[in-house]
């Protein structure tokens, strides 16, 4: 089983929808989270980080549930400018961080 | 400021030749990552360094794979004897202690093996 897994997707939503993603973590000592976003051929840069208590950030929500071991990515109102791929990173400890595989997004006119 | 650089950005060579990867952290950042990304999939980890030392090995796919980093600085990821599934982007990344701090990626070495 994969440290950190994600469904690869592809999620095809019209503009305008709300998405979800879901990622899961096998290793309870993981300490911190966050999701990095990918644009094709691209290098993956951070688009949130997650907090314990939930965050948003204008149409982004993230959120943690860490008796569960799963973080989730919410984004409403989608844009065209989100197609992307969306990968769930965990932070082991000591500045050790682990991908998740990528859920592949694409958001349509 | 300068971002991570990583050099060369492309390199085709042929099977059983031996690369050398470059890797150019941000000034500062102590924690170094290399990964790489095959067509398609996702990011998978191969190694760390904290400072010139690296806690965890563990992602390096074989024996052909080493990987140093020097005064804290500048790492190499080599590759000998390369076969053609080791073709993918090398990716490395940098980050600031301590642990929450996010890391900040190179643009890749996209490596092609003949």
């Known amino acids: 089983r994969k440290e950190v897994e994600q469904d690869p997707g592809p999620f095809n939503v019209p503009e305008g929808a709300t998405v979800a993603f879901n990622c899961t973590y096998s290793n309870s000592a993981s300490q911190s989270f966050f999701w990095y976003r990918q644009d094709c051929r691209k290098e993956p840069k951070l688009l949130m980080s997650?907090?314990?208590s939930g965050n948003e950030d204008g149409r982004f929500t993230a959120q943690l549930n860490r008796a569960s071991q799963y973080i989730s990515l919410l984004i409403r109102d989608s844009k065209l400018s989100d197609s992307a791929t969306y990968l769930c990173v965990v932070n082991r400890n000591n500045n050790d961080m682990r991908f998740g595989a990528g859920t592949r997004l694409t958001v349509k006119p | 400021g300068a971002g991570v650089s990583q050099s060369p950005s492309n390199k085709v060579t042929e099977k059983g030749k031996d690369v050398e990867l470059r890797c150019d952290p941000i000034?500062?950042?102590?924690?170094l990552y290399w990964y790489r990304q095959s067509l398609g999939q996702g990011l998978e980890f191969l190694i760390y360094?904290?400072?010139?030392?690296?806690?965890?090995k563990s992602g390096l796919p074989s024996d052909r794979f080493s990987a140093e980093r020097t005064g804290g600085s500048v790492s190499t990821l080599t590759i000998q004897r390369t076969q053609q599934e080791d073709s993918a982007v090398y990716l490395c990344?940098?980050?600031?202690?301590?642990?929450?701090?996010?890391?900040?990626f190179g643009p890749g070495t996209r490596l092609l093996v003949l």
């Open positions: 990344a940098s980050s600031l202690e301590p642990a929450r701090e996010t890391q900040y």
């Open positions: 000034s500062g950042h102590t924690a």
């Open positions: 997650v907090y314990s």
């Open positions: 360094f904290q400072g010139n030392s690296a806690p965890d």
